[in-house]
């Protein structure tokens, strides 16, 4: 088992910047390099999407088109921590954010990839 926890959310501007944090624990030895990890979100009405993904090495990415050139997601495999910085943030980003994990190493894109999940942290971006 790995419990997942968010933090970092908040109410932002538009235009402004937050960057979330996830922290895994309790993997049971599991090496957390062994993991593939992303982030996902979901608006009020609307179905969670992926956000970004990241491979167990940190070497392979993946963005939404949506947040491209505006988030970075990263990781420290010695923390057992992910990474999201989000700028330039817009109205339209506002939604809970999901961090999750799978025991693979390479990560998938859809919800149904990933075994662990955070209880999310809430992002509002006024505008």
């Known amino acids: 088992q790995v419990q997942l926890a968010e933090s970092g959310g908040g109410l932002v501007q538009a235009g402004g910047s937050l960057r979330l944090s996830c922290a895994a624990s309790g993997d049971s030895g599991r090496s957390f390099t062994t993991y593939a990890m992303a982030w996902f979100r979901q608006a009020p009405g609307k179905e969670r999407e992926v956000v970004a993904t990241?491979?167990?090495?940190?070497?392979?990415?993946y963005y939404t088109d949506s947040v491209k050139g505006r988030f970075t997601i990263s990781r420290d495999n010695v923390k057992k921590a992910m990474y999201l910085q989000m700028n330039s943030l817009k109205s339209e980003d506002t939604a809970v954010y999901y961090c999750?994990?799978?025991?693979?190493?390479?990560?998938?894109?859809?919800?149904?990839?990933?075994?662990?999940w955070g209880q999310g942290t809430q992002v509002t971006v006024s505008s």
């Open positions: 990241i491979s167990w090495s940190g070497g392979s990415t």
């Open positions: 999750a994990a799978s025991p693979t190493l390479v990560a998938g894109t859809t919800g149904k990839s990933y075994q662990y």
